[in-house]
Each structure stands twice: as C-alpha cells, then as structure tokens.
C-alpha cells in the first residue's frame, strides 16, 4: 500500500508570495491533517479535513487556508508568505481521524526569503 | 491549552544500552502514540496505546498508557545504531466536542556505536 504522498519535497519562495502543498493520502484514508514542524515549536496542528469538509482547526492566521478533494486528496495554501513560515509542512492520514493513528508523509521543506 | 512534556530532551548512550523516555500531561488523553522521525523523513507511528494500562510492545520496543491516562513512556532494549532519531509522543483527546492530537517536543536520541 503506498504512503502518504507529498509534493514537492522543496520550495523556496520570497516574502509576500503564496503557496500551495499538496497531499495524497493512504488510499482508503478519509481524513487528512496538516501540521507545521520548526525547531523550536516542535509540531504544531494547523488543520484536518474528513470528507471534503475541514473539521479541525488550529491556532494558525487565516493566511494558512486547506482543501479536501472528494477523492481525499488535499492542498494547503499559505499567501503572504512571511520569513516564520518557513517550516518542514506534515500531512497525515488516517482512517477516519477520531482516535485513529497518523500516518505521516515525508513532508514539503518550505523555506521563505 | 493541553501541553504534554516530553523527557528527557535528548540522549546520547552506547550501543547495546536499554533507554527510557516518557510523556507527561495534566490533562487526559484517550489514547498514547508513540513515532520516530529521521532526518528529512515524516514520522512513522511506532506503537499506538488505547486503554489505560496497557503495555504493548513492537519488537525491541516497549510502551506502556499511564494508568491516570495523563502519561506514558516508551523503552527501547538493546539499542542499536539505526535507533538514531527523534522520538514524539503524542496523545489524542476530545475536548468540547473535537478531536485534537497532542505533540510532545521530542526526544533525541544519539546511539554511539
């Protein structure tokens, strides 16, 4: 069974621009979460879609924006890109979220200029 | 909000040493899951606890769910070099009616051959 699929793997963008990240989870997972990875933040929650519909939220501005696709798929979208967004982003799926374990993908290393 | 404290931060023991490491919160959780990351790698769920009490294990690896459910801890036996990493715990929890999974900070680990 593939994993958790992310691209790309690296971005590097300026200040003021935006992005998109894209996940594909474990086939059969319904419910996709994001998180944000930095050094001295450790991992920090950003947002979960089950079934096209976001669920869960975290303490992140509204810069920081998702989307679930009917075939469970995601995208996340930063805009305004400031230097602290700079950052390993984690998607993980499960099967229905509510309990069920993460499986993380490898990550997309976003680094701001 | 909820915060789990994780320790120790790191660790540096020889080959063939057993390790211990543990997670602590003042509030409940439902469920412990235990993952290791490498180096530009997501992480990868090693151990996933449910019940209060409960002690699973995973091959050299050992995890116990607190019987408070405020804690767990996870062994390693007989640490080998490929051990290397940073290990999370994380706990799950309902709050108010959603879900919200719970990060420690890590424990790094260094394995000297």
């Known amino acids: 069974k593939a994993g958790v699929t992310q691209t790309p793997r690296y971005l590097i963008k300026t200040r003021g621009q935006q992005v998109t990240l894209s996940c594909s989870p474990i086939?059969?997972?319904?419910?996709v979460s994001w998180y944000q990875q930095t050094p001295g933040q450790g991992l920090q929650f950003l947002f979960e879609?089950?079934?096209?519909?976001?669920?869960n939220k975290g303490n992140f501005p509204g810069r920081f924006s998702g989307r679930q696709f009917s075939n469970s798929r995601s995208e996340m979208n930063v805009s305004t890109l400031e230097l602290g967004d700079s950052a390993l982003y984690l998607c993980?799926?499960?099967?229905?979220?509510?309990?069920?374990?993460?499986?993380f993908g490898n990550g997309t290393r976003l680094t701001v200029t | 909000g909820q915060q789990l404290n994780q320790s120790p931060q790191s660790m540096f023991i020889q080959e063939g040493e057993d390790v211990s490491m543990n997670c602590t919160s003042s509030?409940?959780?439902?469920?412990w899951l235990w993952y290791k990351q490498d180096p530009g790698e997501g992480p990868v769920l090693l151990i996933a606890?449910?019940?209060?009490?409960e002690l699973t294990s995973n091959g050299r690896l050992t995890a116990q769910f607190g019987i408070t459910r405020k804690d767990s801890f996870l062994n390693i036996s007989a640490s080998i070099p490929s051990d290397v990493g940073i290990y999370f715990c994380?706990?799950?929890?309902?709050?108010?009616?959603?879900?919200?999974?719970?990060f420690g900070k890590g424990t790094k680990l260094t394995v000297n051959p």
């Open positions: 993980a799926s499960s099967l229905r979220g509510n309990n069920s374990p993460l499986h």
């Open positions: 086939s059969g997972h319904r419910s």
């Open positions: 879609y089950f079934s096209e519909t976001q669920r």
């Open positions: 509030s409940i959780f439902n469920t």
């Open positions: 606890l449910y019940k209060a009490g």
């Open positions: 994380a706990g799950h929890s309902t709050q108010g009616g959603s879900e919200k999974l719970v």
